[in-house]
């Protein structure tokens, strides 16, 4: 999507439009996708998303293959449709890892989530970069429709709905009610979700510029750009490994602080990277510390709450994440006008006085 759209309109705004528009249904919706995954069986749920993100991708495949009917307009459609999709998964995946695994293994059982997920990702990144290249964005498209498609399948092998699965008789009404009474009485929860919501405005959206990073400063192709990807999910994999090998963490609220100081720092680094390999180096650490930040927080935040109420907080970071078509939208807008190099420099150094803030003044988190 990113690379048609610059493709289309040579503006860098236009890509942080195009993702702050995938991103923001998760901003208004995130509660409430979180509180339908906690009354519905994740598992059919799951799958009946899958489907509709297939569908989603076989509509965007077949405008890109119509000469001279895509329009910019179609594709911010087409993003807000599998923004939306792509958020209410997240968020009932999330969740129903913690009704298989149980509290307890709950870091693992998400680090195995992740770890499958940016792995999937890698593959992704250099196969729809290299279809790009030869053939056009309409059969990129038509290659993640057999990948959503292969996954409706592999989701059909899943019987049950783990140990751990809410039962909660409660209408959904008064599920978002109980929520946000539960949000207002702890602290705790609260800031954390503010911290996801910063770190998701400074770390993750300078993902938005990959594709003038690609083009403008390392003068790449779209098969490139693919691997710019294929590096970032092959740092989120191999943080997650290790995470996964090392086992259970004590202190996983310290961790999440150092988490966001190092993210600063790698941030800083793409943009003053005096080669492409030092900025691969760069991009590798930062998706690492992404994917070690999203497991952090998705994990604390669900301890941190009763089994029912765990959709619902996720719904919660959802929203948190749905902030990021603002910073999307800042940092697209700032990179027009200043350059990417400065304006990778305001987002990293924002990320790390960020930490040192954390660091200094939120004493519950250092002791979870």
């Keep these: ?18 993702l702050g528009i995938r991103h923001a249904p998760a901003f208004f919706l995130g509660v409430t996708a979180g509180t339908i995954a906690d009354f519905i069986d994740r598992r059919k749920l799951l799958r009946i998303l899958m489907i509709l993100s297939t569908l989603t991708a076989l509509v965007g495949g077949l405008l890109l ?26 968020t009932t995946e999330q969740s129903f890892v913690f009704d298989l695994v149980g509290r307890e293994n709950g870091l693992n059982g998400m680090s195995y989530l992740g770890l499958s997920m940016r792995s999937g990702g890698t593959v992704a990144a250099l196969g729809v970069g290299l279809v790009m290249a030869r053939w056009g964005g309409g059969y990129a498209y038509f290659v993640i429709a057999g990948a ?41 929860i609260l800031a954390l979700v503010m911290i996801v919501m910063f770190v998701e405005l400074f770390g993750f959206t300078p993902k938005a510029l990959f594709p003038s990073i690609a083009r403008d400063v390392w003068h790449l192709g779209p098969g490139g750009l693919g691997l710019l990807s294929a590096f970032s999910s092959a740092g989120g994999i191999v943080a997650i490994a290790s995470i996964s090998l090392y086992g259970r963490i004590r202190y996983q609220g310290i961790a999440f602080i150092a988490v966001i100081l190092i993210f600063g720092v790698s941030i800083l680094s793409i943009g003053f990277a005096p080669s492409f390999s030092v900025a691969i180096i760069a991009i590798t650490v930062m998706s690492g510390m992404m994917a070690l930040s999203d497991l952090f927080s998705q994990t604390i935040l669900q301890r941190l709450v009763p089994n029912d109420l765990r959709g619902r907080v996720m719904g919660a970071w959802t929203m948190a994440v749905g902030t990021s078509p603002i910073g999307n939208l800042e940092i697209g807008a700032l990179a027009s006008l200043i350059g990417i190099t400065l304006a990778l420099a305001a987002h990293g150094g924002a990320l790390i006085l960020l930490g040192l803030i954390v660091l200094l003044s939120f004493r519950r988190l250092r002791t979870i």
């Design 1 to 18: 999507m990113g690379w048609v759209i610059l493709e289309l309109t040579d503006s860098p705004f236009m890509v942080g439009l195009a």
């Design 65 to 90: 293959l119509s000469d001279g009917v895509v329009k910019v307009v179609h594709l911010l459609f087409i993003s807000a449709i599998g923004g939306t999709i792509n958020m209410m998964f997240n």
């Design 148 to 188: 959503c498609f292969l996954a409706v399948l592999v989701l059909g092998l899943i019987h049950s709905r783990g140990p751990s699965a809410p039962a909660s008789n409660v209408s959904m009404l008064e599920g978002i009610s109980e929520f946000w009474r539960v949000i207002r009485a702890s602290p705790t």
